[in-house]
């Protein structure tokens, strides 16, 4: 019989039975990533429950040099809370930490520990009159440690920004074990490079999110969700310079959307039906809101704003939803298109961004650009037109394959989908991040000035690079080998 590494019996002794496992059964769901692309393997799986706990077990793991994933809701789109397939690295569970421990109404903020799902974060803002304006598909399992490590956007980046801008502050341990406590939310604080913002799209490569102040705004008075159809991406983009200049301050979601993208959703998705009568090439979900009573009531201002725009030929055809019943359908639809395409066969997903100016010709030829190199595909492009996100698809041939397919063109078709990006002075990573999906991509298309300041700050802080080796920042000596 083996005898127990001294390290795992320290570390079992921090967190005691409840918060230790070696257990197959107890860590596989925790092992592959959620797009199910990545399996890796754990000697153990760590779940702290208090901040102390974390820095205890940063410190035994940094001292035995052993690699530690951090890991949230397990909800990432990159591989970037998935250990790689060697079995040397131990799995940090957050979700033990999941008390909210202070909401200021009065001051707008909400402090919370890294495993609160963003569900419940919104349900117990709300019963304070407050909301937190960043919202996803997985808000049901996403963490705000997660959130907070992957820069996180969303639908309300338009109006309320990324999770940059929304981190008013950061406690977090660094891979020795030291705890930084920058949770206070100082307007000025002159001291230096802004440590908070290390963490935040980090991707627990420098420490671990334990808890963040998080900047809230008034919950809704209400709102008003209208679908558009206009002619073109460009006429799309006309309408969004349109309402941003008449509604600044209540303009919150513009999301563009082809007609191949709905028709696949009222095919797959049931309960779904078409917002407006006939075909048309791009769709466009719009969200106008009050949050102060005072305010313009949005209704009123988007019946106004579309009449308008329908004058000038912005748009072709429009409805607003009489309920909020059938708002949250009308989004329902943008929300289930990725799903959607997964059931209508095998493609590759790419999430970039581009110069808002940008956004309509960026689509209009990238994507024949790609269709015709690799015949018989179809480019499926839709997104945050108001933040120039575009998460663009690139749909198989009929009769192809999954997981054949994107197995053999993901080499072939991604890199020169990131070319046009960078040509077009993109980012290859707008919300998802980086992971290990993208890292090698990252360092092909980085200049070497970004490439250097990443690996000095990674290595300064992390010299034994124990914290999620193989993700984001490439160094030769990631345990991965990737």
């Not at 909210?100 to 903020?109: F, S």
């Not at 802004?194 to 420490?207: A, H, N, S, Y």
């Not at 690996?455 to 080998?481: F, H, Y």
């Given at each position: ?5 001294k ?16 257990a ?124 907070v ?26 891979p ?28 627990g ?40 200049s ?44 009050r949050?102060?009573?005072e305010?313009?009531?949005?209704r009123?201002?988007?019946?106004g ?80 037109m108001?933040?120039g ?27 020169l ?66």
């Amino acid at each position: 019989m083996s005898k127990t590494p001294k390290w795992q019996e320290q570390m079992q002794s921090v967190v005691g039975t409840k918060g230790f496992t070696c257990a197959d059964d107890d860590m596989a769901p925790w092992l592959t990533d959620w797009r199910g692309h990545y399996t890796g393997a754990a000697m153990a799986m760590i779940s702290p429950a208090t901040t102390q706990e974390t820095a205890d077990i940063l410190k035994i793991a940094n001292e035995n040099a052993i690699s530690v994933v951090p890991q949230g809701g397990n909800s990432g789109m990159v591989g970037g809370a998935t250990p790689d397939a060697n079995g040397q690295s131990i799995l940090l569970s957050l979700r033990r930490m999941n008390q909210i421990r202070a909401i200021a109404p009065e001051d707008q903020l909400v402090l919370c520990e890294a495993g609160v799902i963003l569900q419940n974060l919104h349900d117990a803002l709300a019963t304070e009159g407050q909301r937190f304006p960043l919202t996803l598909g997985g808000k049901g399992s996403a963490t705000v440690g997660g959130l907070v490590s992957t820069n996180a956007g969303g639908t309300q980046v338009l109006r309320h920004g990324t999770m940059r801008a929304l981190v008013a502050g950061i406690e977090g341990v660094l891979p020795d074990g030291s705890i930084f406590d920058g949770l206070a939310a100082l307007k000025k604080d002159n001291r230096g490079y802004d440590l908070k913002q290390l963490f935040v799209g980090g991707e627990g490569t420098l420490g671990v999110v334990t808890a963040a102040t998080l900047r809230t705004v008034p919950a809704l008075v209400d709102r008003c969700v209208a679908w558009a159809a206009v002619g073109s991406t460009d006429q799309a983009y006309q309408l969004f310079r349109f309402l941003n200049s008449r509604a600044p301050q209540s303009l919150e979601g513009f999301e563009i959307i082809p007609e191949t993208c709905l028709a696949s959703v009222l095919r797959h998705i049931p309960g779904t039906r078409s917002p407006l009568e006939g075909a048309h090439r791009w769709h466009v979900l719009i969200e106008i809101v009050r949050d102060h009573p005072e305010a313009q009531n949005p209704r009123s201002v988007t019946e106004g704003l579309l009449a308008t725009a329908m004058e000038r030929d912005l748009i072709e055809d429009a409805t607003l939803a009489a309920s909020e019943r059938q708002a949250e359908d009308f989004w329902k639809i943008r929300d289930s298109i990725s799903e959607a395409e997964r059931a209508n066969g095998p493609a590759l997903q790419h999430d970039i961004s581009v110069p808002v100016p940008g956004m309509a010709g960026f689509i209009n030829e990238a994507s024949p650009i790609i269709e015709a190199k690799f015949p018989g595909t179809e480019v499926l492009a839709f997104g945050h037109m108001g933040d120039g996100n575009v998460h663009f698809h690139v749909k198989a041939p009929p009769g192809a394959q999954s997981p054949d397919w994107p197995r053999e063109y993901a080499q072939k078709i991604t890199p020169l989908v990131h070319d046009l990006v960078i040509a077009a002075g993109g980012s290859i990573s707008a919300e998802h991040g980086i992971g290990q999906s993208k890292r090698t991509e990252l360092e092909r298309l980085s200049s070497d000035a970004r490439l250097s300041v990443l690996r000095a700050i990674k290595t300064a802080i992390d010299p034994k690079n124990i914290m999620n080796p193989g993700k984001l920042v490439p160094l030769a000596s990631d345990q991965s080998g990737s």
